[in-house]
């Protein structure tokens, strides 16, 4: 019986946009839900999300100017050209 109840963060960074979008069915949401309830490490991931998405909603509608668009672009091929798209940017970069 306990076994059907499990649910593990992994799971949890697997369904938490469709929980977020309510999209998960009774009874995964159920398991989820209780996972939430005594993983503090994933009470925070989602909370970080919904924080994000938050932020992401808040932005302007416009589309940025096209040097804008094409200069973003250029930075993040020389990124991933040089293998660097996983590590972090350097410090000056960060917000």
Same mark, same amino acid.
């Given at each position: 019986? /306990?076994?059907? /109840?499990?649910?593990?963060?992994?799971?949890? %960074?697997?369904?938490?946009?469709?929980?977020?979008?309510?999209?998960?069915?009774?009874?995964?949401?159920?398991? /989820?839900?209780?996972?939430?309830?005594?993983?503090?490490?994933?009470?925070?991931?989602?909370?970080?999300?919904?924080?994000?998405?938050?932020?992401?909603?808040?932005?302007?509608?416009e589309r940025p100017?096209?040097? %804008?668009?094409?200069?973003?672009?250029e930075a993040f091929?020389?990124?991933?050209? %040089?293998?660097?798209?996983?590590?972090?940017?350097?410090?000056?970069?960060?917000?």
């Amino acid at each position: 019986m /306990l076994r059907m /109840l499990e649910f593990s963060c992994r799971d949890v %960074t697997e369904a938490a946009d469709d929980y977020l979008e309510r999209r998960l069915g009774p009874w995964r949401r159920f398991k /989820l839900r209780l996972h939430l309830r005594i993983c503090q490490h994933c009470r925070r991931y989602l909370r970080q999300i919904e924080h994000t998405i938050a932020l992401l909603k808040a932005l302007p509608k416009e589309r940025p100017a096209p040097e %804008t668009s094409q200069a973003l672009i250029e930075a993040f091929r020389q990124r991933h050209a %040089t293998g660097s798209a996983s590590a972090s940017p350097p410090s000056s970069d960060r917000v």
